[in-house]
């Protein structure tokens, strides 16, 4: 029996569940996440679920319920990927494992560099990047920092085969 949660993609026909994760997530947590005060999710939601060429994913725990989520936003040359972990899971490793994920997804879309864009300070999102096998950049300005990998080398953790099988397929 699986008690692990799983990654699975995500998309439009999600947003009950998600709305309901977001919901569950204390202010603060959201915060760190948005960087500042949201609406209700059912209004914003929508449109990033929605937003074109973006990759979503989640984790599900055992009963289905979404409980940590993460998305990739094109944006020009590089991709931004943004995670959000619901409260009573953080610091069990969901969003490293969201990140990897991310990670794979970005590769096979072609972009070279992955970014994030954390608030200064944000002690779980440092941890998190402390567990990045591969050197990550940073820049700071305003209160926030701006954290980049090469898509590359974040993935280069696969198992040989399947990196291998990405690379041939022309992802580089």
């Known amino acids: 029996m699986r008690r692990e949660p799983r990654i699975v993609p995500i998309g439009p026909g999600d947003i009950a569940p998600l709305v309901a994760m977001h919901r569950r997530c204390s202010s603060h947590t959201l915060w ?4 500042r005060a949201m609406a209700d999710p059912q209004t914003y939601l929508p449109a990033l679920l929605a937003r074109p060429g973006s990759v979503h994913v989640a984790a599900r725990d055992t009963t289905g319920r ?8 094109p944006d020009h040359s590089a991709v931004e990927a943004a995670l959000l972990v619901e409260d009573s899971w953080q610091g069990q490793g969901l969003g490293t494992r969201l990140l990897h994920h991310l990670g794979h997804h970005a590769l096979r879309g072609g972009w070279e560099t992955l970014y994030g864009i954390v608030l200064s300070g944000d002690e779980r999102m440092d941890a998190l990047l402390r567990h990045v096998p591969v ?3 940073r820049s700071e300005e305003g209160g926030t920092v701006t954290a980049w990998v090469r898509t590359r080398e974040l993935v280069v953790g696969l198992p040989g085969r399947r990196l291998s099988r990405l690379l041939r397929a022309g992802h580089r």
């Not at 979404?66 to 936003?73: C, D, N, P, Q």
């Open 32 to 35: 760190t996440r948005y960087h």
């Open 66 to 73: 979404i409980i940590a989520v993460g998305h990739l936003m």
């Open 135 to 137: 050197a990550v950049h």
